[in-house]
């Protein structure tokens, strides 16, 4: 087995702005695996609130290059090998797990939800994320993509519940909401009462992570389901969100990749969770192997290389929301530059 690993800045289409941080350009790291005439893919994006870089997921994945390349063609130990000396490092561990799983799904001609024994993919919809930005700058990303079904707007500030209100004045679409950790509880429950007046699905992660106790109060008094996403990164948190969350957002990077976030997914279904994936800012690479557990989702949001203004791979791609599979094995997606 051969690593190589690639670094890239893309620039993004606007400056894309959460509660946490605001950023112009994505950073990431392709990993690349190569057995032969073989080639596996994955991808470990940047993101602030988990203070993952390039350069740490770089020195991590350095760090384990002697495991990698005398590993076989075989995800789950391969997972397992890494998982320990990973464990600090999950960007780095999905990274690796996504690029396995791409080559062993290319080695067998099918694409990984197939070899899971998954139901085809299809009709499900991504949302387009709308960020943080002054009201008429929000208004106008809305406008320049128009035509989805579905929008996420990020929020996070003072005038949350106007801002919804302005936008939901310029769409009929369905609109979800991500306070991104920026709310106390009597906030969330005040806040989904007006947001749920305004025909808005769901709120995303509005209180800070560990507010757990405080969760399952404001679980029992919202008006809108709230859906888990920096509460819920690992199996434990799966099971722990039960009771305090109307479902859970599972994130390849947050988690260390497709193998544990096909057995997140899989226990938040049994759990009656509701279900989605989303991501960073990322290229199709990394987008590509999240599609693949899309027949597990009752919600995705898999825009990142949509939000990109320029692309480094090729793969699932998303038509205004629509989720355009590809017919290639594996996860699907090709780096082409």
């Known amino acids: 087995m051969k690593l190589t690993l690639r670094t890239y800045t893309l620039p993004l289409e606007y400056a894309f702005t959460t509660a946490h941080h605001s950023k112009t350009h994505a950073q990431t790291v392709i990993v690349e695996l190569a057995d032969g005439e073989l080639r596996g893919y994955g991808e470990a994006p940047d993101n602030f609130y988990f ?47 996504e690029a396995m799983w791409d080559m062993h799904g290319k080695s067998m001609g099918k694409p990984l939800w197939e070899i899971w024994g998954l139901a085809a993919p299809g009709g ?12 008429e700058a929000m208004k ?97 948190d799966v099971e722990r969100c039960a009771g305090r969350f109307a479902g859970v957002n599972v994130k390849l990077t947050k988690s260390g990749g497709l193998t544990p976030a096909l057995a997140m997914l899989r226990r938040a279904r049994e759990l009656g969770l509701r279900t989605m994936v989303g991501c960073m800012t990322e290229t199709t690479i990394g987008i590509s192997a ?14 990142g290389a949509t939000l990109l203004a320029e692309d480094v791979a090729t793969g699932t791609r998303l038509e205004k929301g629509r989720i355009v599979f590809t017919d290639a ?7 082409v530059c």
């Open 290 to 303: 999240a599609a693949q557990l899309v027949p597990l989702l009752d919600y995705a949001d898999m825009d």
């Open 329 to 335: 094995p594996g996860c699907g997606g090709e780096l």
């Open 140 to 236: 106008g990303k809305l406008a320049d993509h128009a035509g989805w079904p579905v929008y996420k707007i990020k929020l996070g500030t003072d005038d949350d519940v106007r801002i919804v209100r302005e936008l939901r004045g310029t769409t009929d679409a369905v609109l979800r909401v991500d306070a991104n950790c920026a709310w106390s509880a009597e906030q969330t429950v005040e806040n989904a009462a007006a947001l749920a007046a305004l025909n808005v699905e769901f709120i995303e992660q509005p209180m800070k992570a560990d507010q757990w106790d405080a969760m399952e109060k404001v679980h029992a008094a919202s008006a809108l389901p709230i859906i888990a996403d920096e509460s819920c990164l690992s199996m434990a």
């Open 124 to 135: 499900l919809v991504s949302d387009y994320t709308i960020g943080l930005d002054t009201l």
């Open 51 to 97: 203070n993952a870089t390039p350069d740490k997921t770089l020195a991590a994945i350095e760090s384990v290059r002697e495991i990698v390349e005398r590993a076989p063609l075989d995800p789950r130990n391969f997972y397992e090998a890494l998982r320990e000396p990973l464990s600090r490092h999950p960007f780095a561990l999905c990274a690796l797990d």
